[in-house]
């Protein structure tokens, strides 16, 4: 009992010297930087696996400094088929929303696309607002989805203005498949990846069930913008209205999360989000953070065996972010280290559930896009297995965590995502889109996603 109880003094003192640093922050900063552990002590003897998890928090300011004004284009679908469930009336009451939302400083641009794109509004101050929504208005729907050329000239209207003392964002919505230019997903991802590098952010929503989820997504993902699927039309309003709000909140940018392994621990690999491994260093950029959000990275190392009652330094953290009211580049650099013990009991009793539970979430989603993947080729039977893995994976997982509400409810969605793949003999348009979009956000820790309809019967849909 005393070993136990000195192995966990041991564990708690070593949890604080691993965090002294975590959570820092200048009087200037709006952001708090932490890392910490899945197991903050180790079983002795053997290699163990370890996840760390580094992430960044925007922080409540007593007076919130003028924000960030926005260059923004709207691209709009006016395709023959956003005529269906009034889907274009529901996207031009999401324009109109933004539009209430800017103030005079904010520029704003409007584009649509059916056969081509046209600039309706070019870019322009909001001085005007009763013109703009006017503009708006008169927008009516034909034709067919020239995806690309839209974000195209979006783009063009955003660089008329480009400058870091603006948010430079794209908002793409379509409810069809790109049929008139390039139209494969690797095109739109190459784009958005062009347009990350620029400093220029695309945010997707895809509407109804006719829309390419995988080429709306990779859009979204390379230039390091959100991601939506909204069932209905209805959804529209809110969805807009959620964007434009995050996106006033910018309180860090071009994020980027470092870690360096010494001798004795082995980098294993990031989870959940695209990094890169090179020696000892693991490294992935996280873009942006909004408001008081969390965005995180997990790393999963793998640490050589020690004796009980020794400490190991597993990891130094250098985090990276510019300001994005000044420009300045700031950074802050952290040391995450473990303690070990033979005991399994401490072990556990010491294991930081909450990173456990990222970590399960986080593989769920590369869990989704594999059973994706395999549906699309054919191997049902290989689609419905991984996504019963994944859900005892949850539960298991959800028992060491006090039977945790969200990881049993991801669990019981796997379960029946299994089941449903089987009995459809594969997804489901309105599943697979479901999938792809829940798998996306929860990588990225992406703030919002529409839940309506979401429970309902796809095969209603």
Same mark, same amino acid.
């Given at each position: 009992?005393?070993?136990?109880?000195?192995?966990?003094i041991?564990?708690?003192?070593?949890?604080?010297?691993?965090?002294?640093?975590?959570g820092? &922050?200048? !009087?200037?900063?709006?952001?708090?930087?932490?890392?910490?552990?899945?197991?903050?002590?180790?079983?002795?003897?053997?290699?163990?696996?370890? &996840?760390?998890?580094?992430?960044?928090?925007?922080?409540?300011?007593? #007076?919130?400094?003028?924000?960030?004004?926005?260059?923004?284009?709207?691209?709009?679908? %006016?395709?023959?088929?956003?005529?269906?469930?009034? @889907?274009?009336?529901?996207?031009?009451?999401?324009?109109?929303?933004?539009?209430e %939302?800017?103030?005079?400083?904010?520029?704003?641009?409007?584009?649509?696309?059916?056969?081509?794109?046209?600039?309706?509004?070019?870019?322009?101050?909001? @001085?005007?607002?009763?013109?703009?929504i006017?503009?708006?208005?008169? &927008?009516?729907?034909?034709?067919?989805?020239?995806?690309?050329?839209?974000?195209?000239?979006?783009?063009?209207?955003?660089?008329?203005?480009?400058?870091?003392?603006?948010?430079? %964002?794209?908002?793409?919505?379509?409810?069809?498949?790109? +049929?008139?230019?390039?139209s494969?997903?690797?095109?739109?991802? $190459?784009?958005?990846?062009?347009?990350?590098?620029?400093?220029?952010?695309?945010?997707?929503?895809?509407?109804?069930?006719?829309? +390419?989820?995988?080429?709306?997504?990779?859009?979204?993902?390379? =230039?390091?913008?959100?991601?939506?699927?909204?069932?209905?039309?209805?959804?529209?309003?809110?969805?807009?209205?959620?964007?434009?709000?995050?996106?006033?909140?910018?309180?860090a940018r071009?994020?980027?999360?470092r870690? $360096?392994?010494?001798?004795?621990?082995?980098?294993?690999?990031?989870?959940?989000?695209?990094?890169e491994?090179?020696?000892?260093?693991?490294?992935?950029?996280v873009?942006?953070?909004?408001?008081?959000?969390?965005?995180?990275?997990?790393?999963?190392?793998?640490?050589?065996?020690?004796?009980?009652?020794?400490?190991?330094?597993? !990891?130094?953290?250098?985090?990276?972010?510019?300001?994005?009211?000044?420009?300045?580049? %700031? =950074?802050?650099?952290?040391?995450? =280290?473990?303690?070990?013990?033979?005991?399994?009991?401490? &072990?556990?009793?010491?294991?930081?559930?909450?990173?456990?539970? /990222?970590?399960?979430?986080?593989?769920?989603?590369?869990?989704?896009?594999?059973?994706? !993947?395999?549906?699309?080729?054919?191997?049902?039977?290989?689609?419905?297995?991984?996504?019963?893995? +994944?859900?005892?994976?949850?539960?298991?997982?959800?028992?060491?965590?006090? +039977?945790?509400?969200?990881?049993?409810?991801?669990?019981?969605?796997?379960?029946?995502?299994?089941?449903?793949?089987? =009995?459809?003999?594969?997804?489901?348009?309105?599943?697979?889109?479901?999938?792809?979009?829940?798998?996306?956000?929860?990588?990225?820790? /992406?703030?919002? #996603?529409?839940?309506?309809?979401?429970?309902? $019967?796809?095969?209603?849909?």
């Amino acid at each position: 009992m005393k070993r136990i109880v000195r192995s966990t003094i041991l564990a708690i003192a070593l949890a604080i010297m691993a965090t002294l640093t975590a959570g820092c &922050v200048s !009087a200037e900063s709006r952001v708090s930087v932490y890392s910490e552990v899945d197991k903050p002590v180790v079983l002795a003897g053997g290699g163990e696996r370890v &996840v760390i998890k580094v992430g960044l928090k925007g922080l409540t300011m007593p #007076v919130m400094p003028e924000r960030i004004p926005m260059n923004l284009a709207i691209v709009l679908d %006016r395709s023959g088929s956003m005529r269906q469930d009034d @889907k274009i009336g529901n996207a031009k009451l999401g324009a109109i929303e933004i539009v209430e %939302r800017l103030s005079p400083d904010d520029i704003l641009s409007l584009v649509v696309y059916s056969d081509r794109p046209h600039v309706i509004l070019p870019a322009r101050r909001v @001085k005007d607002k009763a013109a703009i929504i006017e503009i708006i208005s008169g &927008v009516y729907a034909g034709g067919s989805t020239a995806l690309y050329g839209g974000v195209a000239y979006g783009a063009d209207q955003v660089r008329k203005n480009m400058s870091w003392e603006y948010i430079n %964002r794209i908002i793409l919505l379509s409810d069809g498949l790109a +049929n008139v230019g390039p139209s494969s997903t690797e095109a739109l991802a $190459d784009l958005g990846s062009m347009l990350e590098a620029e400093g220029i952010t695309v945010t997707t929503i895809g509407v109804g069930l006719d829309y +390419n989820e995988d080429l709306m997504t990779s859009l979204a993902a390379n =230039s390091g913008g959100n991601a939506y699927f909204a069932s209905t039309g209805r959804e529209l309003p809110a969805i807009f209205a959620e964007e434009i709000g995050e996106a006033m909140t910018l309180t860090a940018r071009d994020i980027r999360i470092r870690i $360096d392994c010494p001798e004795g621990v082995r980098p294993v690999g990031v989870i959940g989000r695209h990094g890169e491994v090179s020696g000892r260093t693991m490294t992935v950029e996280v873009g942006k953070l909004y408001g008081k959000n969390e965005k995180f990275a997990l790393f999963e190392i793998e640490v050589a065996g020690k004796e009980a009652g020794e400490s190991l330094e597993i !990891a130094r953290v250098d985090v990276e972010y510019a300001d994005p009211l000044t420009n300045e580049k %700031r =950074s802050d650099r952290q040391s995450v =280290s473990v303690a070990f013990d033979r005991s399994e009991e401490v &072990v556990l009793e010491q294991e930081n559930t909450e990173v456990t539970k /990222q970590a399960v979430l986080t593989r769920a989603s590369d869990a989704k896009r594999e059973a994706v !993947a395999l549906a699309d080729k054919g191997d049902v039977g290989g689609a419905a297995a991984v996504m019963k893995k +994944n859900a005892l994976e949850l539960e298991k997982a959800a028992e060491r965590c006090d +039977n945790d509400d969200e990881l049993l409810e991801e669990a019981k969605e796997c379960e029946e995502i299994s089941t449903d793949i089987e =009995s459809n003999t594969g997804f489901t348009k309105y599943q697979r889109k479901r999938v792809v979009n829940d798998a996306f956000t929860q990588s990225t820790q /992406q703030g919002y #996603v529409s839940e309506e309809d979401k429970d309902k $019967d796809e095969d209603n849909k």
